[in-house]
């Protein structure tokens, strides 16, 4: 499987190290055999104390995130990383099958999304899609949703933005007003 992806590398995206973020002993487990069987390197962290450290010091080319974590949800973990590094995918892998989770996750800076239990092939080519998807967005100024979202504040105040923000929280330059940036115009 790894021979495969790396033959994308031509195209852009390579991620080999990966960083998972699982508090549940076994599935964490299973999951890094799943992917060093494929080739990976990865390093698990089971809090986001030992999620950022490692986020900082092992820099992974690629995140897995589970959401329910002991002392902050994977929601702060994953902005917080989002903010330090823009680049690196994250992808949430959780048991929460909520359209409200997944919506945050998109406006807290998550790539993408997937629920427990997952399909292990299913999983592997969305790490590929998703590195290749985040690397042409950041390399090239590109993603699959090129167009931008237009948008009105009550104030008359334009707004052209990336899709990246959308159902990102701003304020207004002009009124003040808090500001939902919409996922559609």
């Given at each position: ?9 031509s ?5 080999t190290?990966?960083?998972?973020v ?6 964490a ?11 990976f ?9 030992q ?14 995130l ?13 902005e ?11 992808l ?7 359209d409200?989770a ?57 707004f ?9 929280t701003?304020?207004?330059?002009d ?11």
């Open positions: 499987m790894l021979d495969n992806f790396l033959a994308g590398e195209a852009g995206a390579i991620a190290r990966i960083l998972v699982e508090d549940d002993a076994e599935q487990a299973a999951l890094k055999n799943l992917l060093q069987d494929n080739g390197q990865v390093q698990t962290a089971k809090d986001g104390g999620a950022q450290s490692s986020f900082q010091m092992y820099k992974p080319d690629f995140v897995i589970d959401l329910i974590l002991p002392g902050q949800s994977g929601f702060e973990i994953c917080r990383m989002k903010q330090w590094n823009d680049a690196i995918p994250i949430i892998l959780s048991e929460i099958t909520l409200d997944r919506n945050l996750a998109t406006r807290v800076g998550a790539d993408g999304y997937l629920t427990k239990p997952y399909n292990s092939a299913f999983l592997l080519s969305q790490i590929h899609d998703i590195a290749q998807e985040v690397w042409e967005r950041t390399h090239l100024g590109q993603s699959r949703r090129d167009d931008r979202i237009r948008f009105k504040c009550r104030c008359g105040k334009k052209k933005l990336s899709q990246r923000h959308r159902g990102r701003m304020t207004c330059p009124c003040g007003d808090p500001l939902v940036v919409p996922f559609h115009d």
